[in-house]
């Protein structure tokens, strides 16, 4: 029931949002730049890699070395913009057609994180990755690493249909109010560095 939830809805809102995605992608081509989309290789349903696909929000600015800018100096203020509303999640619908993610699971990660894990931790991928989660509702990037994967594990031991119902609707909300988005002083999330985190 859940997949079928997911490849109706999925495809619903592609058609739907077809135009709007469409004009969405040559803003952020003339304001941050090319490629449009971001890609990269993150743990799926039981660890297995697949290709998340996201719109870009950071530009490709380097040093003199030839080294890419820290994520703080790299994200514009439309790159901000884009997630601050979730906007960028939005090509990850076409994951979820693919059958590789869930409107509602645990938040794909880095596929470097996996050796990182304990067993509980790990447990995180038992189930598809979603393009928002219980952690996300209870902190998204505002919560430390041990807090944000007991609240997956949670959700993999009580998920339920009805609860994915109150996840997207919660989510809804808090977009629209731009709630929890970062840890207070970081432009993006800080590395998970294992247990000893």
Avoid: C
């Amino acid at each position: 029931m859940k997949r079928l939830f997911d490849l109706f809805f999925a495809i619903l809102l592609l058609a739907m949002l077809a135009i709007p995605l469409a004009f969405l992608s040559i803003i952020i081509h003339f304001r941050i730049g090319s490629p449009v989309f971001f890609r990269q290789q993150r743990p799926g349903l039981n660890g297995k890699p697949f290709m998340l696909i996201k719109f870009r929000t950071m530009t490709n600015e380097r040093d003199s070395d030839g080294n890419l800018l820290p994520d703080a100096a790299r994200l514009t203020k439309f790159g901000r913009f884009l997630r601050s509303t979730s906007m960028d999640e939005l090509p990850e619908l076409w994951n979820v057609v693919k059958g590789e993610m869930s409107f509602v699971g645990p938040r794909p990660l880095l596929m470097e994180y996996l050796p990182l894990y304990n067993a509980e931790q790990r447990r995180r991928h038992e189930v598809r990755p979603g393009i928002t989660g219980w952690a996300q509702i209870n902190g998204r990037n505002a919560i430390s690493w041990e807090e944000k994967f007991k609240l997956d594990v949670w959700y993999v031991e009580n998920r339920s249909f009805w609860l994915d119902i109150s996840i997207i609707f919660t989510t809804i909300k808090m977009v629209l109010f731009r709630k929890n988005i970062n840890a207070a002083g970081e432009a993006t999330v800080s590395k998970f560095g294992g247990d000893s985190y």
